[in-house]
C-alpha cells in the first residue's frame, strides 16, 4: 500500500499569492506615488502616467523568500522614470534605468528574503 500524499505547502491564499499561483494584480496608473501591496499578489501590472516614487508593503508574515514580478509600462508619453524604496538592493548596486519609450513594458524581479528586496530589471518588451 502506497502511502498518502504529504502537501507540499499550505492551501491559504497567503501560500498561493507567494506562489504566484494567482493573475496578476491590475493596479492601473500610477500617478507621482504609488504603493505596490505586495500582499494583494506576488506578480502586479502598473502604468507609469508621472515621475512615480514607489514604495512596498511587504508580504504577509512569516512568507520570505518569494518572488515577485512588477511590470511597468510606459503610458502613451513615455519618459517617465521611477524612484524605488531603499530597501531595494540591486544588480550592481544601482537601481536600472527604465525604458522610457512609450508604451514600453519592463519587468522587474524582486526576491523578498524578510528583510529586503533583491531586485532585477528585464527591459524593453515589445
Known amino acids: 500500500m502506497a502511502a498518502p500524499a504529504t502537501p507540499i505547502f499550505n492551501a491559504t491564499i497567503a501560500n498561493a499569492i507567494a506562489f504566484g499561483l494567482l493573475p496578476p494584480v491590475?493596479?492601473?496608473?500610477?500617478?507621482a506615488a504609488f504603493t505596490?501591496?505586495?500582499?494583494?499578489?506576488?506578480?502586479?501590472?502598473?502604468?507609469?502616467t508621472a515621475n512615480c516614487t514607489f514604495t512596498f508593503?511587504?508580504?504577509?508574515?512569516?512568507?520570505?523568500?518569494?518572488?515577485?514580478?512588477?511590470?511597468?509600462?510606459?503610458?502613451?508619453?513615455?519618459s517617465r522614470t521611477a524612484t524605488w524604496p531603499a530597501i531595494v538592493k540591486w544588480t550592481g548596486a544601482a537601481a536600472p534605468?527604465?525604458?522610457?519609450?512609450?508604451?514600453?513594458?519592463?519587468?522587474?524581479?524582486?526576491?523578498?528574503?524578510?528583510?529586503n528586496y533583491w531586485g532585477v530589471m528585464s527591459p524593453n518588451f515589445a
Open 97 to 115: 534605468t527604465l525604458t522610457t519609450t512609450a508604451a514600453a513594458v519592463d519587468i522587474i524581479t524582486f526576491k523578498w528574503d524578510g528583510t
Open 26 to 31: 491590475l493596479n492601473g496608473n500610477s500617478g
Open 57 to 78: 508593503t511587504a508580504p504577509p508574515a512569516p512568507l520570505s523568500d518569494v518572488n515577485l514580478t512588477l511590470y511597468v509600462t510606459q503610458d502613451g508619453t513615455g
Open 36 to 48: 505596490v501591496a505586495w500582499p494583494s499578489g506576488a506578480s502586479q501590472k502598473i502604468t507609469l
